[in-house]
């Protein structure tokens, strides 16, 4: 069974502050990772995709990717009140259906 | 990116009944999925609609409650069938062009008496 695990938070942050995102996935044969962004109300929204191991940036937004580890997070530079919303982490191998957490929701306080 | 409309978008129903949901994207695609989020919760997998043949269904859901059909590249539909209260959810289709970037409609909310 592929399980992807996220911290349910809230994970308050203050404006302006950094927000980190982390998510462990259990199938090493996961090749490619993404974050979603679904506000409430709406449909999850592709924010970040990372393929391999290292840094990828994107704006104000950084997906970091450790497959030793199992490990993909996601840092939120700058954070602003637009940013609340919950993140949802996902993997996927080959051409399967990607695997989702159950998301982090994140508030940041003005 | 992709255009994925999704219909209806909202829809208040009678256990017992049917509804049909419809998706449609701008262009075609290689793959379209169906997931379902109820609230407070993630996004799980109902189905993979395949063009052409049967949908592929993850585990707990079956196709004499859950038909799909995928009758070209750019167009597929779900029916919750005999729906009773414990179907109210949202329902999200799902597209991937390519083998990578994957892309969700707008949803249905789905509220059932």
């Known amino acids: 069974q592929k399980e992807v695990e996220q911290n349910s938070g809230p994970l308050s942050v203050p404006e302006g502050a950094i927000a980190s995102l982390n998510c462990t996935y259990s199938d090493r044969g996961s090749q490619s990772f993404f974050w979603y962004r679904q506000y409430s109300g709406k449909s999850p929204e592709l924010i970040m995709s990372i393929y391999s191991n290292g840094d990828k940036e994107d704006g104000r937004f950084t997906a970091q990717l450790n497959k030793a580890s199992q490990y993909v997070s996601l840092l939120i530079r700058d954070s602003q009140p637009s940013d609340s919303a919950t993140y949802l982490c996902?993997?996927?191998?080959?051409?399967?259906?990607?695997?989702f957490g159950k998301g982090t929701r994140l508030s940041v306080i003005a | 990116s992709a255009v994925i409309s999704q219909k209806p978008s909202r829809d208040i129903c009678q256990r017992g009944t049917s509804l049909t949901i419809q998706c449609q994207v701008d262009?075609?695609?290689?793959?379209m999925f169906w997931y379902r989020q109820q609230p407070g919760q993630s996004l799980t997998l109902i189905a993979t609609?395949?063009?052409?043949?049967?949908?592929?269904?993850e585990s707990g859901f079956v196709i004499d409650k859950f038909p799909i059909s995928r009758p070209n590249l750019t167009f597929s539909t779900l029916t919750v069938s005999n729906m009773s209260p414990e179907d109210s959810s949202i329902y999200l289709c799902s597209v991937r062009r390519g083998r990578e970037t994957q892309y969700f409609g707008p949803g249905t909310r789905l509220l059932v008496l």
């Open positions: 609609a395949n063009q052409g043949s049967e949908a592929t269904y």
């Open positions: 996902a993997v996927k191998e080959g051409n399967t259906p990607l695997v």
């Open positions: 262009s075609q695609v290689t793959m």
